[in-house]
């Protein structure tokens, strides 16, 4: 197992989370992908760190520090759905347009 | 008594706005103001008059107060009295006086009585400012003042369309000679830095004045006094100035404005005798008027025309005095002319009040209707005539003399003058008074005038008589007024009683001539008229002096109508006109280069700018994942960048 089939999977999610977000219209949907590319970053902190400086910790440090960021995103970003949703009355994000120029 | 002098013309002044304003509540509708200022001036001068002969009184006197400054100059306002300033002061108050008083009966009834005597106390004013001022530049605003006065009241019948002419005709002849004046007044101003007359004496009697520049002035300022002295060639006014009333006719065209003229020229005497040239200018002006305009008289059919040109050949006559150096002889005559013609222009309006016509052919015989106006009628022509030992026996013997002493030539034209005089006088007295009547109707309704008119009459009659024999008495007005400083040329010595002999003999065969002729045989001056009617045709026409006038205003006019064809044709049209034309085609181009160039230029900026942002309005689609599509294309290409450098 070498380094790189870590950062392949890493890659692999964040390119599924990127698409995810792109493409979903269901916002919760785009959340969750939100969360895949979190975690993919989650997987190269720790890969880096466990190959490169195997005696250290800051990988781990930083991906429990963005474990913890990205449960308080939810909590954000679920908070926002609902009061957009009280507004608007729609979870596509194509309907979230009052910023059109 | 002469710190108070320059109270005279204020008071006149002063008169003058009062009758106008309040003439209609004052006694004689403002008629005694007039006459007890005139009254109260003449006893000033009166007294003035005798204490100078006593030599009580120390002459030159001036007193001045500063008026205003320009440059470095100081301009004065006050009088100046020598013996000259008294005579004139005595004559003009004199006439003036007996005038108002006789204006009286022959306005009486007049609708504009009161304006008539506001017009005679401005008049008076005027004059009196002209003969008391100490300062050139007031002389001449009051010899204007004087002008206006007469062209207000030789128009003063204005309804008369003659007499408005005659107005303007005057005033317009005037001003041509004024114009001269007020050239040769800043000729003399430049060549003495003063308008004051005792300086200007001064300098000119120390020779500080070049003779070209006091020649210069002396000519010039010549001309004015030829137009209000009316010398040849600007006399012709004076004979239509008849049209104003009598009383007009013997006040200012007699005896008072139109001897300003010789005054100025005697006042201004010291400049004069600077320049030969200038001298014999004035003395060949006046012999030829005097000529001239006594043969003007020997045709006239109108009795106060042949007066007046009677008065222009007097100033002839005083103007060669002054020409000739007889500075005391012309300002004698001056004074003496000046009572005997205000009498016969009395007298004449006298006559003209009672038969109501200028015209002496429908006159004759009036002698036994209007006793006192013949008589004193009869007094004023043999004093102008020449007669001893009337006034002018005195006044004319000694301008002859003083011709005589100066240039032959001139006496032989003064006597020819003088024997004319005495004709055309001898037959408008016969004309007039003697012979039958030759228009009864007009005969009938003659009656003598009212006191207030024959007083002024006997008056100035009993002047004619007596002053002239009393003014020579002890040399009595040759010790007022004489000239003190050099004349420019050697005289010759002349016997004056050969020439007082002389004048008075050819003045009494002439006028006898003139009696016989026209009280015994009026066949022989009408049988003249035919033979010689190419002469008498030239007199009638004036020597065409009036036509030469009209036909000088018709080169002017056709001057000017060339000069406006030329500026509506040529300067309006094509050079204004084309210029608006250019100007209107040019702002069309520039009118078209604003539109379609700067404006677009502007516009287009903006069109852009808004084509601009539409463009980039299309970007924010308000969906934030294309946003987040950007970001991410975006941070691909930056990636990919970094990776390849």
Redesign the interface.
């Known amino acids: 197992m070498t380094l790189s089939y870590y950062l392949a999977l890493s890659g692999l999610l964040f390119t599924i989370g990127l698409f995810g977000v792109l493409t979903r219209r269901n916002v919760i949907g785009i959340l969750m992908s939100i969360e895949l590319m979190l975690n993919a970053a989650n997987i190269n902190f720790v890969a880096f760190n466990r190959f490169l400086y195997p005696g250290q910790y800051a990988g781990q440090l930083n991906a429990i520090f963005i474990i913890t960021l990205a449960a308080a995103e939810v909590v954000v970003g679920l908070a926002l759905v609902m009061a957009i949703y009280k507004n608007i009355k729609s979870v596509y994000v194509e309907d979230y347009n009052i910023l059109k120029g | 008594m002469l710190e108070y002098v320059y109270i005279l013309p204020l008071l006149s002044f002063a008169v003058a706005g009062l009758i106008l304003a309040f003439g209609r509540w004052l006694p004689l509708k403002g008629a005694s103001a007039g006459i007890l200022v005139a009254a109260w001036g003449f006893s000033q001068g009166l007294m003035l008059f005798v204490k100078a002969i006593q030599g009580t009184i120390t002459l030159p006197y001036e007193m001045s107060i500063p008026w205003f400054s320009f440059g470095g100059n100081q301009a004065t306002l006050g009088v100046y009295v020598d013996g000259l300033t008294i005579a004139m002061l005595i004559v003009v108050t004199a006439v003036s006086l007996l005038v108002q008083i006789y204006s009286t009966g022959y306005m009486h009834g007049d609708p504009r009585f009161k304006r008539f005597y506001c017009y005679l106390s401005l008049f008076t004013a005027s004059m009196l400012g002209v003969t008391l001022t100490n300062n050139m530049m007031v002389f001449f605003m009051c010899w204007e003042l004087v002008g206006v006065c007469s062209y207000l009241l030789i128009g003063f019948w204005f309804e008369k369309q003659s007499a408005a002419y005659a107005g303007k005709k005057a005033f317009i002849t005037t001003k041509l000679g004024d114009l001269g004046f007020l050239v040769g007044l800043m000729v003399l101003f430049y060549a003495t830095g003063t308008f004051e007359i005792s300086k200007i004496q001064e300098l000119a009697h120390a020779g500080m004045i070049p003779a070209a520049a006091a020649g210069a002035a002396g000519i010039l300022m010549f001309l004015g006094a030829a137009g209000k002295s009316a010398q040849f060639p600007l006399f012709i006014w004076l004979p239509d100035a008849m049209e104003g009333p009598s009383p007009v006719s013997a006040l200012i065209h007699a005896a008072t404005m139109v001897a300003a003229g010789v005054y100025m020229v005697a006042r201004l005497y010291a400049v004069y005798a600077l320049s030969p040239i200038a001298m014999d200018t004035v003395a060949w002006t006046g012999a030829i008027t005097a000529f001239m305009a006594a043969s003007l008289a020997l045709t006239c059919f109108d009795l106060k025309r042949v007066l007046a040109f009677s008065t222009v050949s007097q100033l002839g006559y005083m103007m060669m005095a002054l020409g000739v150096g007889g500075f005391t002889a012309g300002m004698f005559h001056l004074t003496t002319h000046a009572y005997f013609k205000a009498l016969l222009f009395l007298a004449a309006g006298s006559v003209i009040h009672a038969v109501h016509t200028n015209d002496m052919r429908e006159m004759g015989g009036l002698r036994h209707k209007m006793p006192i106006t013949y008589i004193t009628f009869l007094l004023g022509t043999l004093a102008l005539c020449g007669i001893p030992p009337f006034a002018g026996y005195f006044s004319k013997d000694e301008v002859l003399a003083a011709a005589l002493a100066r240039n032959p030539v001139l006496f032989a034209i003064g006597a020819m003058a003088a024997a004319m005089t005495a004709f055309y006088m001898a037959r408008a007295l016969v004309m007039t008074f003697h012979g039958k009547p030759k228009d009864a109707h007009k005969h009938d309704h003659a009656h003598e005038s009212p006191a207030v008119m024959t007083g002024p009459l006997i008056l100035l009659g009993a002047v004619s008589v007596v002053s002239g024999f009393v003014l020579t008495r002890h040399e009595m007005f040759e010790h007022l007024v004489n000239f003190e400083g050099a004349l420019p040329f050697e005289l010759h010595h002349v016997n004056h009683s050969a020439v007082a002999l002389f004048s008075s003999i050819v003045a009494a065969l002439s006028m006898s001539l003139g009696v016989w002729l026209y009280k015994a045989r009026p066949d022989i001056p009408a049988a003249c008229r035919e033979t010689f009617s190419p002469i008498v045709n030239m007199l009638e026409k004036r020597y065409w002096l009036d036509a030469f006038f009209l036909k000088l205003v018709d080169i002017g006019d056709s001057l000017s109508r060339f000069m406006f064809s030329f500026d509506f044709n040529f300067l309006d049209q094509i050079a204004i006109d084309g210029w608006a034309w250019l100007t209107l085609k040019l702002s069309k181009i520039q009118g078209w280069l604003d539109d379609h160039v700067v404006d677009a230029a502007l516009n287009a900026t903006g069109t852009i700018t808004m084509s601009a942002g539409r463009m980039?309005?299309l970007?924010?689609?308000?969906?934030?994942?294309n946003y987040?599509?950007f970001v991410?294309i975006a941070v691909s290409i930056f990636a990919a960048i970094a990776f390849a450098g």
């Not at chain 2, 970007?619 to 994942?625: D, N, P, R």
């Open positions: 980039a309005r970007a924010q689609t308000g969906l934030v994942q987040l599509l991410a």
